[in-house]
């Protein structure tokens, strides 16, 4: 009885034995590598850059006022359209006291010139029935009383522009401040009741209003210095406009910067293109926009993935499929590339497949 015991106990250990080796065995074995293909494709490769920057009008103009004041009253507010000449603003004038005694005193030596000429002239128009004086002489005092006329006339007017910003012959009011051009108002900064400076020689003034033409839009951003020398201008570019997402806007470029500028450490050159505008989608000033420029374009290419090739210093290269799963190195001849994929000029048809990498 020991003895079969010790016969099954043997038997068990041997049976372990031998299985665990196949185990091994069979786990040593490495299964066949099976490579994947790629085969060669027709398609548009499209070599471009992009130029990152921001949509603005054309023409974009600041309305500033010719006196100083403050704002009684505003008739328009942003986003508003508006046609040249249109009153934008009213202000409430705030002269120099200094300035408005001086023309007062002015006025006032005027009037007391103009008393006293006038006495002169009907004193003298008597001596000129008793023959007394000269034609001559008489003529002379009165365009000297005419033009004391026009003294008292200027005088008042000076006084009035100080006071209410308008002369009596003048329909012009230098404080109602109107629109320069056609346009939408891009902005209002200061609201009704703030102080205004007036425009002069030594200061630009206080902007009431920003217009612009939005119907004259271009795009505005800046292209690396490696890719500047392959742009021209009448170039197309594809504006991807960051609020309008999937709804690119076309362009044509007309400007290119001949000096570049640096930005982050790298220097940029700036660009200009007029945009083409989609009358269904409104573009506003100052979006952010990225603009793809077409280098250069191949239609209808055999193109393989870039990541295929095997470049070396002899050349480039792909392994061709000659048998399931034997592949052969051949050198084929590229062309355009757009970082993916790559135009493949000779050495490969396109029913050919070749080992993915």
Do not use: C, W
């Not at 007036?198 to 612009?212: D, P, V």
């Amino acid at each position: 009885m020991k003895r079969v015991i010790k016969i099954l106990i043997l038997g068990v250990i041997a049976l372990v034995f031998i299985g665990t080796f196949v185990f091994l065995y069979r786990k040593s074995q490495t299964p066949p590598v099976v490579f994947k293909l790629d085969t060669p494709v027709r398609m548009t490769i499209v070599k471009k850059t992009v130029a990152t920057g921001k949509v603005i009008p054309r023409r974009e103009i600041e309305v500033k006022a010719q006196v100083s004041g403050v704002v009684e009253k505003l008739y328009v507010v942003a986003g508003q359209t508006i046609k040249k000449g249109a009153i934008i603003a009213r202000i409430a004038l705030r002269p120099n006291m200094l300035n408005v005694s001086s023309a007062e005193a002015q006025l006032l030596a005027a009037r007391i010139s103009l008393r006293n000429q006038a006495a002169d002239l009907e004193r003298n128009k008597k001596l000129l029935a008793q023959h007394v004086i000269s034609e001559s002489a008489f003529n002379q005092l009165a365009t000297n009383y005419q033009l004391q006329e026009e003294a008292v006339a200027s005088a008042e007017n000076t006084l009035l522009l100080l006071r209410t910003g308008a002369t009596r012959s003048s329909d012009k009011v230098s404080n109602m401040i109107p629109a320069t051009i056609d346009g939408t108002v891009l902005d209002v900064p200061n609201k009704e009741g703030a102080f205004i400076l007036e425009t002069s020689t030594f200061q630009s003034g206080t902007t009431l209003a920003t217009l612009a033409d939005m119907n004259d839009m271009i795009f505005e951003g800046l292209v690396d210095e490696s890719e500047v020398g392959k742009l021209e201008q009448g170039m197309e570019l594809i504006l991807n406009v960051g609020a309008l997402q999937g709804k690119p806007f076309k362009a044509t470029l007309e400007y290119i910067s001949p000096k570049g500028v640096i930005d982050q450490g790298t220097i940029k050159f700036t660009i200009r293109a007029a945009v083409k505008l989609d009358e269904e989608l409104f573009l506003r000033s100052n979006y952010s926009a990225n603009a793809d420029i077409v280098l250069d374009k191949r239609e209808d290419a055999l193109a393989v993935n870039e990541g295929n090739l095997i470049i070396e210093e002899k050349g480039t290269f792909v392994e061709v499929e000659t048998a399931p799963q034997k592949f052969e190195k051949r050198a084929i001849k590229t062309g355009l590339s757009d970082g993916i994929n790559i135009e493949v000029i000779a050495g490969l048809k396109p029913e050919e497949k070749i080992k993915h990498r």
